[in-house]
């Protein structure tokens, strides 16, 4: 007899003694992932939000590509990067700079990597990129050019960019 857990898109399947033994650790895991929500349920709000904020900030920063420094358009193993999440990204490293979790180095370094990226390698069509794109090699993920995602991935990151990055821009 088998057992099988399932993980984000795979699935492991593996005999009953060694699913139970893997099962009891994912329970396990998911007791402290409760408590710790109980524990975050009694922050103040000012630490509530701050918590959110750090942690909104933590996917941008943490879920792109150290090819690219493109970001995943979600959580899952195989997303592919979007032009919005790149443009949220953007965003996420000016509030990131301006809230002192990286340093204006590290932005620096990110966005000019981000935008050279865009600029020179991303796949696109008549001067459109393409909404989904391979998160490392920059390739179209099989969607179509769409009109309106350069003007909108410009307008995320520019409305919310410093004038400090003006010279990367």
């Not at 088998?2 to 033994?21: H, M, R, V, W």
């Not at 195989?78 to 340093?103: E, N, Q, V």
């Not at 459109?128 to 995602?149: G, I, N, P």
Request: net charge neutral.
């Amino acid at each position: 007899s088998t057992g099988a857990i399932n993980i984000d898109d795979i699935s492991f399947e593996a005999p009953l003694q060694e699913y139970k033994k893997r099962l009891s650790i994912v329970q396990a895991e998911k007791a402290k992932l409760k408590k710790e929500l109980e524990r975050i349920s009694t922050l103040p709000e000012n630490e509530f939000l701050e918590l959110i904020s750090k942690s909104a900030f933590d996917y941008f920063w943490n879920e792109a590509s150290h090819i690219t420094g493109f970001v995943k358009d979600r959580s899952t193993l195989y997303s592919p990067a979007s032009i919005a999440g790149i443009g949220f990204g953007l965003s996420a490293i000016c509030i990131g700079d301006y809230r002192k979790w990286i340093t204006r180095q590290e932005a620096y370094t990110r966005t000019k990597k981000i935008l050279e990226s865009l600029k020179y390698k991303a796949e696109k069509e008549h001067g459109l990129f393409y909404h989904f794109v391979d998160l490392h090699t920059w390739h179209a993920a099989k969607t179509e050019a769409r009109l309106m995602e350069r003007p909108r991935m410009f307008l995320e990151t520019k409305s919310t960019t410093k004038t400090e990055y003006e010279d990367v821009l």
